[in-house]
């Protein structure tokens, strides 16, 4: 069966700081992989998603990168976080439409 | 306008009711539909999948109305842990648009 990791599951960073969540996924090859955030009391909404290896398509500009480095992880980075960054960020993988979610990051930028 | 809505409530029911909401999606091309739960500080979870014929899963029942661009979430005999808040999202390619989600509380 597939699984999905993220980690860390909570991290507080100061404004400024350098981030790197890491996801990755087990049990499927080639999966379609997305990045989420979802900003408290709010919807979920979509930052970045990937069908393959090295593709990777923005959803909105920001300050955030997602970069794909082998087939089953997906990585979010930024150089210097904004306090706007923080939310609970959702990696997923998708198959015939569905889509199944890691268990979070829950992101404070103080 | 936002692709998906839906009324945040919070729709406060005592155990044993039906409680009912909607969802609305402006994109027309929108190709596949769904349901998700999610529990507080929880990541999302598939509930169900919504079909044009409309479509039951035990105490849950889905409608889909493709001409007026809504979908519906109807629960019977509503339990304790049916409190939740509940996703409506749609699908178009590659991409899933959720709404923000309606809050349901059920009260013993």
């Known amino acids: 069966s597939q699984t999905i990791h993220q980690w860390p599951a909570t991290l507080v960073q100061p404004v400024g700081s350098p981030l790197s969540l890491e996801c990755t996924v087990e049990?499927?090859?080639?999966?379609?992989l997305y990045w989420y955030r979802q900003a408290a009391g709010r919807g979920l909404q979509l930052l970045f998603y990937?069908?393959?290896?090295?593709?990777i398509s923005s959803e909105v500009p920001q300050n955030l990168s997602a970069s794909r480095p082998q087939d089953r992880q997906f990585i979010l980075s930024s150089k210097k976080l904004l306090l706007s960054d923080s939310g609970f960020y959702l990696c997923?993988?998708?198959?015939?439409?569905?889509?199944?979610f890691g268990p979070g990051t829950r992101l404070t930028v103080l | 306008r936002k692709e998906v809505e839906q009324d945040p409530g919070p729709f406060n029911v005592p155990e044993g009711a039906t409680v009912a909401f909607n969802c609305t999606y402006s994109n027309s091309a929108s190709q596949s539909f769904f349901w998700y739960r999610q529990d507080c500080r929880k990541e999302p979870k598939l509930l169900m999948s919504v079909y044009s014929s409309g479509n039951e899963d035990g105490r849950f029942t889905a409608q889909l109305n493709r001409a007026s661009q809504y979908i519906s979430l109807l629960i019977r005999d509503s339990k304790l842990s049916d409190s939740a808040t509940y996703l409506c999202v749609v699908t178009r390619d590659y991409k899933l648009s959720f709404g923000a989600g309606t809050t349901v509380t059920v009260r013993a």
């Open positions: 049990g499927t090859s080639n999966p379609n």
């Open positions: 997923a993988w998708s198959a015939q439409g569905e889509q199944f």
């Open positions: 990937s069908v393959g290896i090295g593709q």
